[in-house]
């Protein structure tokens, strides 16, 4: 409408930090009115028909570039994938000159994941395209603490109230940067746990830290599990990963101490018997194939509003 501010009024999604929680809940809405599309037989509509997608992905990745592709797919967009393990940065070109490359290209959206931190905020400076956050080093993953968000939202019918505890590799978890300001930004208390040589400095000032599994998930209505980042891990960060399990796993045990409707959630890839055991990961309560789904749904919201939903404002 005219005169009126736009439902998501940014150019680019860069982290949940910036956001305020209004643009969030822009985002959800749109992906809940989308996610019926992934239900129908022929998963096409025409509404990013001529616009062009690059994902460029500087670090591994199933998920997140899977359905960013497929989001691109189903709302009819051009995509471009590249893995920087097969294109000119081996060779040395800065991240700079391929994003100078591409853009020599005319895309509308840059998708980047990078292992160094504020890397998509460095794009946005230097880029005319839209610039999406998949995932920069430690500090955030945007997409998919809305696709978490968007899960919680469908099974619970609210945020605003819950108690969440996320627990495991806060030290190296962009996942949980992201979550913890989305969470706190509509209403959730968020508890978090892990061992004190996985805990951030400072992270208490977000939310309160236990290193007692058992405390954290007590009478909560979430549980978030977080992956053992040993790619990341440079020292000794934990004995051993039996030990891990034994003072941090999440076991069917533990789920008995939270609400009896909790919801298990967890952002992939998991490492079975290390952060959660197998009959949690398949149980009832576990909504882990859900946010696969949802994630496409995001992706798919974060698409078309930077891209078709209206002119952005910043």
């Not at 796993?249 to 959660?276: C, F, S, Y």
């Not at 882990?288 to 798919?300: C, K, P, S």
Request: with cysteine; hydrophobic share 40%.
């Amino acid at each position: 409408m005219s005169g009126t501010r736009p439902a998501y009024p940014h150019r680019h999604l860069l982290g949940i930090e910036e956001l305020e929680a209004s643009h969030i809940e822009a985002i959800l809405d749109t992906a809940d009115g989308l996610r019926e599309v992934l239900d129908r037989p022929i998963k096409k509509v025409p509404a990013l028909r001529g616009k062009t997608v690059i994902n460029l992905f500087y670090e591994p990745s199933t998920r997140t570039r899977s359905s960013f592709e497929v989001a691109e797919k189903v709302l009819s967009a051009d995509s471009l994938s590249i893995a920087t393990s097969s294109s000119s940065a081996q060779k040395g070109e800065t991240l700079l000159d391929t994003a100078r490359n591409l853009e020599a290209m005319n895309p509308d959206m840059i998708v980047v994941r990078h292992a160094s931190a504020g890397a998509p905020h460095f794009l946005a400076r230097h880029c005319r395209s839209a610039i999406v956050n998949a995932g920069d080093g430690a500090h955030e993953h945007p997409t998919q603490a809305l696709l978490d968000a968007l899960t919680l939202r469908q099974k619970k019918s609210r945020l605003k109230g819950l108690k969440v505890a996320i627990v495991g590799d806060l030290l190296h978890s962009r996942v949980a940067r992201s979550n913890i300001w989305l969470l706190r930004k509509l209403g959730a208390h968020v508890r978090l746990c892990a061992p004190p040589t996985l805990v951030p400095p400072g992270i208490e000032a977000l939310a309160p830290v236990t290193y007692r599994i058992d405390e954290a998930v007590a009478g909560v209505d979430a549980i978030m599990m977080l992956r053992l980042q040993r790619e990341r891990m440079s020292g000794g960060f934990f004995p051993t990963t039996r030990e891990y399990h034994q003072r941090f796993g999440l076991t069917e045990e533990r789920v008995r101490l939270a609400k009896k409707d909790v919801l298990i959630l967890h952002p992939g890839p998991m490492n079975r018997g290390v952060e959660i055991a197998s009959e949690v990961a398949d149980g009832p309560y576990s909504v882990i194939l859900d946010q696969v789904t949802n994630g496409v749904a995001v992706r798919m919201a974060v698409l078309y509003l930077l891209l078709g939903g209206g002119e952005a404002a910043s």
